[in-house]
């Protein structure tokens, strides 16, 4: 009997290869297969006519057959791209080879080289000058069989590679295998010689060459790169990779931050670190993640804000601190808001709110002319395909007193007393009015809030000033000197979003109380955001803290100004994303592995427990026979008619006494090996 084949047309009763009965979806499944295989078949069996056809004419002209694969040559299916160079890297290992070297000696940097032989001319060579350079094959592209050339990235620089069979000093045969063995994607190590092309591009030309870390995954295509924003931010590795002006978004944040370091110590300023984890969360108004710390066996809170510890320290006598670093608030994620973000504070003794307006002209002008080399910038809010705008950031900056902006933008009087019920009422009505929602619950420091985020924020373009905060709004600044009811405290605002915030520090204790106190009527209120009252923060300011005033900035949104970019996500590193099916399903895993665990743990302890109990009831029996028969000796001391009978006591006592020590000794064992495994999980879990 024939093989199985599959029929042109399909008929009712049709069987498989096995006997079993082939419905007429999986025939025409099959159909498509075999006729993409056959397709498939067709191309290759041309390719390879074609290149039997090169060859032939290569060879009649004396040529040596082309043998260097390039790009054009690589696996398209992902699947067996991996698998072949899985293949390739267990082959290198079982012929004594190690894909993975340790150590490879790099004498100057891919953007020192550059800069170092970027002036050669078009055609010029240095084969007397020997350098070693690394980085990541991003290009690669055969010229017959004698020489190929790479594309060479390392710190977001870029030079060609061109491999010449006549420098490499091996049989050529040994170098294609080379050259084939290296693909896109892999880092290499070479040993060579400076020089351009004729072309005139900067190039190495190697002598030797070496794969440091092969690529087993076929990476996006250098003409298409990775535009998948779901997978750029889960896999930024991929996108740092294959999107080079990704790198330089990071670098400029790095310049932002190391300018802000060096205009602080410059100042006499000391950097320092308070803590992430705190008893009471303070210094904002946010809402707080909570975590848990099983050695305390209390719940703390991830820190919104470093302030009130900075502030201690400035009443300990540090009079210029300040802490660059990571804050938490478990509130939304949109364009500009990640639950874990950075930013800069310090505080200043003896300043108040007008030195830090010109600290922040000063500063925040600085880095952008340092970075851009112009006050002014274009900025596109909307994303690189939407509208352009122009921002300046030309000091002295716009300055907007807030409740008199407001009153001029809704032409009204807002009343005096803003921490009455009537002036609350006052801004619900205005907020009804102007067809503003605002989020419950409807305190008047949430009312107000909204309104000037409506009003006023949203026409600042250029770097403005919203100065004068009212003091519900504002329960750790210092009460304004002009202005009854008013703080001294600003934010700056930019393309109508708060980069800086700032105040001159509230440093009377009792009143501090007061505020607190305010505050905790708020939250009782269901405003999750208000604070919490801090007492340690308190008695540290009635050891007195002086007149200070304390700045804030925050990094992520001021990076995304000076780098183009209308989402925070493109400005961190790893930002916080929603889990994608594979997390859901592998938490899911986990967990239910996690249940298992438990169960047997469970069941296991509940075995040791139950044999520990009879045990233990075992020696104490054993020691209650014990000490009858030792009373039981002792009566028949004395009596020598009684020795045969006092002998056999004894024994027996000596056969208990044995099985005693035994028993002891066994449930010492199960108590140690108890203790060892609460041990070893008490180590996992702090770990």
Known sequence: MGAWALPEKYEEGLVDEKGEPLSKSEFKRRQKLALKEKEQGEKKAKQAVDAAARAAAKAAKGEAPAALEDDSNEETDPTKYYE?????????????????????????????????????????????????LAGRIVRKAGS?????????????????????????????????????????????????????????ELSIFPKSMQVL????????????????????????????????????????????????????????????????????????????????????????????APELYLKQLVVGGLDRVYEIGKQFRNEGIDLTHNPEFTTCEFYQAYADYEDLIAMTEELVSGLVKAIK??????????????????????????????????????DVKLPADLDSEEARVFLVDLCKKHNVDCSPPHTTARLLDTLVGEFIESQCTNPTFICDH????????????????????????????????????????????????????????????????????????????????????????????LTDKNNIKEVLLFPAMKPDA???????????????????????????????????????????????????????????????FRAREQELFDMLEEDLKAAMKELKTMQDNQTCIVGRLVSELRH
Not at 101 to 114: E, R
Request: hydrophobic share 35%; aromatic share 8%; proline share 6%.
């Open 84 to 132: 072949n160079r899985v293949r390739a890297v267990t082959a290198a290992k079982a012929r004594g080879e190690n894909p993975y070297p340790h150590k490879f000696h790099v004498s100057v940097q891919l953007p020192a080289y550059v800069a170092q032989y970027s002036a050669l001319e078009a055609g010029q060579q240095l084969p007397e000058e020997e350098v070693s």
């Open 144 to 200: 017959g069989a004698k020489l190929i050339f790479f594309d060479l990235r390392s710190e977001g620089a870029k030079i060609q590679v061109m491999c010449d069979a006549r420098n490499f000093g091996v049989e050529l045969e040994a170098f294609q295998r080379l050259m084939n063995g290296v693909k896109r994607g892999d880092i290499v190590g070479i040993v060579g010689f400076p020089g351009k092309s004729k072309r005139g």
């Open 213 to 304: 870390a092969p690529c087993l995954h076929m990476p996006p295509g250098a003409h298409f790169g990775l535009k998948d924003q779901e997978t750029r931010y889960r896999q930024r590795y991929l996108d740092l990779l294959v999107n080079p002006e990704v790198q330089d978004v990071f670098r400029v944040r790095s310049r932002i931050i190391g300018g802000v370091r060096r205009y602080l110590d410059e100042r006499g300023f000391l950097e320092v670190e308070t803590p992430m984890m705190n008893m009471i969360p303070g210094g904002a108004t946010a809402r707080p993640f909570v975590t848990y710390h099983n050695d305390l066996d209390m719940q703390l809170y991830m820190r919104i």
């Open 373 to 410: 080399g112009s006050y002014k910038i274009q900025y596109h809010p909307d994303g690189p395909e939407g509208r352009t705008i122009d921002i300046d950031f030309t000091p002295p900056f716009r300055r907007i007193s807030m409740c008199s902006g407001l009153e001029e933008a809704l």
């Open 470 to 561: 009212p003091q519900i709004m504002s329960p750790l600044a210092k009460w304004h000197r002009s202005l009854p009811g008013m703080t001294e405290r600003f934010e700056l605002f930019v393309n109508c979003k708060e980069v800086c915030n700032a105040y001159t520090e509230l440093n009377d204790p009792i009143r501090q109380r007061e505020l607190f106190s305010q505050q905790s009527a708020a939250k009782a209120q269901g405003d999750d955001e208000a604070m919490f009252v801090d007492e340690n923060f308190c008695t540290a300011l009635e050891y007195g803290l002086p007149p200070t005033g304390g700045w804030g900035l925050g990094i992520d949104r001021f990076t995304m100004m």
């Open 582 to 644: 594979a997390d859901k399903a592998a938490a899911a895993a986990e967990s239910v592995a996690g249940l298992r665990i438990g169960l047997n743990q469970q069941a296991k302890e509940e075995s040791e427990t139950k044999a520990m109990e009879e045990l233990n009831a075992k020696v104490k029996s054993l020691k209650g026979a014990l000490m009858h028969l030792e009373t039981k000796i002792r009566s028949l001391d004395g009596n020598p008619l009684q020795c045969p």
